[in-house]
């Protein structure tokens, strides 16, 4: 009887420890927002800007059809959408339910290149660059959908 207490205080430390240890990533982990740094430089920065000021004349389509690449600072889109949606995006790119059937891109598709995990890193650095002002704006849109 003694022993078996014993053994479930040693379990509590053990998952009291991993769930306050590196194991727990959340939007404001560094190593997760550090990584997601990262992966925005060598993946995303190319199109949507170095300092996240997107490509210009970003709202007007090229005579080709598609759009150049929104800024991903508090003047773009993505402010407006759940992070959910942000990263079906990402994985799978401007094809339904994303935009509609037949529609030409020039965002690529990420799945098999970043990992789900990655591509929440990804967005969670972008989304540390909004101001305050944004984020509070953005949980009240999201909360009236
Ligand atoms: C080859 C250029 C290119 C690269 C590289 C690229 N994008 Fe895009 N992205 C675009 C374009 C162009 C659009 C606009 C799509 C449209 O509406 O036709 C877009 C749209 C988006 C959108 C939806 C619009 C919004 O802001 O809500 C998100 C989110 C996005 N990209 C994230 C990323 C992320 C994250 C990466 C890196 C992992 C990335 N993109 C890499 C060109 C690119």
């Known amino acids: 009887m003694i022993q078996r207490r014993r053994l479930a205080l040693v379990w509590g430390a053990v998952i ?11 939007a404001h982990d560094p190593y997760a927002l550090m990584e997601g740094q990262g992966i925005y430089k060598a993946e995303c920065a190319a199109c949507h800007g170095a300092k996240l000021e997107g490509q210009a004349n970003w709202q007007t389509r090229r005579p080709d059809g598609k759009l150049p690449a929104p800024p991903h600072d508090a003047t773009g889109p993505a402010w407006h959408h759940p992070r959910e949606r942000l990263a079906a995006i990402v994985k799978f790119g401007m094809v339904p339910p994303n935009a509609p059937p037949g529609y030409v891109s ?3 598709a990420y799945a098999g290149k970043l990992t789900d995990a990655q591509i929440d890193n990804v967005l969670a650095w972008i989304e540390s660059q909004w101001p305050q002002e944004i984020l509070k704006r953005r949980a009240a849109l999201l909360k009236q959908h």
């Open 16 to 26: 009291a420890i991993g769930a306050s240890g590196c194991g727990e990533r959340s």
């Open 106 to 108: 020039d965002m690529p």
